[in-house]
């Protein structure tokens, strides 16, 4: 992945780019021609036998570049037509220069009627879009979709938020979406994510310098970020060296959670697991566990004397645990070590919150994660979560800033925050991971990350990443059980990527683009 590649940035910063760019002597103009050259190559390459290419313009920079692609296309010989949201008028600067330049006629937006073997290129709104799309476009929309036509959008779907990816009214469902620089939130943010469909990312000729300085804290979720931080074993790992993790079990008729996340967090490399489980689980554990240790804690006294003379380095409270006092009383015990609070510990705590963020306040760097899904993330900061024009990325961040903890977003499109801004959103979850036990599996994975030694917050992207990894390796038929086995498969490649980021393995190049037909 390139140096900017895992760079996701928000439309106000893609904006704050632009105009740097522009102020250091750039043409603005020729930045546009750059980008309406790439769609028009795009539409050429990907989709060559389309009867029409029908160029849909909105009144802005998007609709510029629809303009310029219009013009590439038709200069190409290919049967072109442009359809406009205002088509009498309505645009400045280089958007109007562009409209100037394009030899095809401006022809209402109401008046385009779908053909077989047409080619829909979407440029009628790009990523800043904040708003609901007027009824027009609503209307068009619905008329492409009736046909079945392929579309291509010019930088994200119209009708996607770039920075929530939340659809706003109506959006189209692009087979290919052709974006400038580096993605935006909007393109790997669910449903923004499925609505995008393959996205090329086009160079249009802004120096990376101004990417960077304009970026602000959120990124990709990718090993290049935590990756120095994972632990390599050595000739001198040992099993306390490796870590021990504690994973809390609950009743007897409740213990295949807490196995999950032991099991997990075995294979995810702790080199300790021992659940500690109430007197009247141990019947039922020890017959079905055999490198996982098992230990009886009643209570949080019990766990108290047993820090005092035992070597613990992490624990997960929550999987199958139950949600009364005894999981806020256990976990308060615990919150001296990293502690991952997950399923049912976090709804344990959904009326007194502030007693959970007490626990864990007097340490110099976060050692609470926690790993709510969406029904869970409500319960537990149910005022962010109805912000209703806010996205996932800033409801985890400012869940995150509240709690002084990590927070692991769970979905399709996981997003990880840290108190200080920091926010990953990850990607390699394939959809089959949303399965019972999935989530007690990424448990106790976080959970033997952070007994290794890493951060809070690597810790939990790494594992993210490393659950998403396993996830593909397991395929579409896994369940929690059979995704146990494949973290192996994920480690290994992980240990791959770590060798060849010390030169001990060739590194690898960069691969071909092979054209993809819609």
């Known amino acids: 992945m390139s140096a900017h590649a895992k760079i996701l940035l928000t439309p106000s910063e893609m904006a704050s780019v632009d105009a740097a760019a522009a102020a250091s002597g750039l043409s603005s103009f020729g930045l546009m021609e750059q980008a309406g050259f790439a769609v028009a190559a795009a539409a050429l390459r990907h989709c060559p036998g389309a009867s029409r290419y029908i160029l849909l313009c909105g009144p802005g920079k998007n609709g510029g570049d629809g303009f310029v692609a219009a013009r590439a ?22 958007a109007e220069l562009a409209r100037l330049a394009c030899p095809c006629p401006c022809l209402p937006l109401d008046d385009y009627q779908p053909r077989p073997g047409d080619l829909v290129i979407d440029a009628l709104f790009g990523a800043g879009l904040s708003r609901d799309v007027p009824p027009a476009v609503a209307a068009a929309i619905e008329r492409v979709e009736a046909a079945g036509l392929p579309v291509l959008s010019v930088d994200l779907p119209s009708g996607v938020c770039g920075l929530t990816g939340q659809v706003r009214g109506k959006a189209f469902a692009a087979a290919r979406s052709v974006t400038f620089m580096t993605r935006k939130p909007g393109h790997v943010l669910m449903p923004g994510r499925a609505l995008s469909g393959v996205v090329d990312v086009a160079d249009i000729g802004i120096p990376d310098r101004f ?87 009643d209570d949080e006294k019990a766990l ?16 199958g645990f139950g949600i009364g006092e005894k999981a806020r009383r256990l976990t308060e015990a615990a919150s001296g070590k990293p502690v991952v609070v997950d399923a049912d510990a976090i709804t344990a705590f959904a009326t007194c919150p502030q007693r959970l963020y007490a626990a864990f306040a007097d340490t110099d760097s976060p050692k609470l994660v926690l790993t709510p899904h969406e029904g869970e993330f409500s319960r537990l900061f149910p005022d ?34 840290a108190p200080d801004g920091r926010v990953l959103i990850n990607e390699n979850a394939p959809p089959f991971l949303a399965t019972a036990g999935s989530g007690d599996v990424l448990a106790g994975m976080i959970g033997a990350l952070l007994a290794q030694g890493m951060p809070s917050f690597e810790a939990a992207a790494a594992a993210v990443w ?53």
């Open 73 to 94: 296309l038709a200069q190409s010989g290919a049967v072109t037509a442009v359809h406009a949201l205002s088509a009498s008028g309505g645009w400045s600067g280089d």
């Open 304 to 319: 108290s004397d047993w820090l005092s003379d035992a070597t613990i380095h992490a624990f997960v409270i929550g999987p």
């Open 466 to 518: 490393l659950h998403g990894e396993a996830g593909q390796a397991a395929g579409p038929s896994l369940t929690a059980e059979t995704l146990v086995p494949h973290i192996a498969a994920a480690r290994a490649k992980l240990a791959a990527i770590q060798a060849g980021e010390r030169g001990d393995l060739p590194r690898p190049t960069a691969g071909t683009v092979v054209a993809r037909p819609f």
């Open 384 to 417: 962010i979560a109805d912000a209703a024009d806010t996205g996932k990325v800033e409801k985890a961040r400012s869940a995150a800033a509240r709690a002084g903890a990590i927070i692991v977003y769970k979905g399709a499109d996981t997003v990880i925050a």
């Open 211 to 297: 990417l960077h300085s304009h970026a602000g804290a959120l990124r990709l979720n990718e090993p290049g970020i935590w990756l120095p931080l994972v632990p390599e074993l050595t000739g001198a790992a040992h099993k306390y060296r490796r870590g021990h993790l504690v994973v809390f079990s609950g009743p007897a008729s409740h213990t295949g959670a807490a196995r999950l996340s032991a099991a997990a967090g075995l294979d995810a490399g702790a080199g300790l697991v021992t659940i500690a489980a109430p007197q009247d689980s141990l019947a039922v554990l020890a017959p079905a566990l055999t490198a996982i240790m098992l230990r009886q804690i």
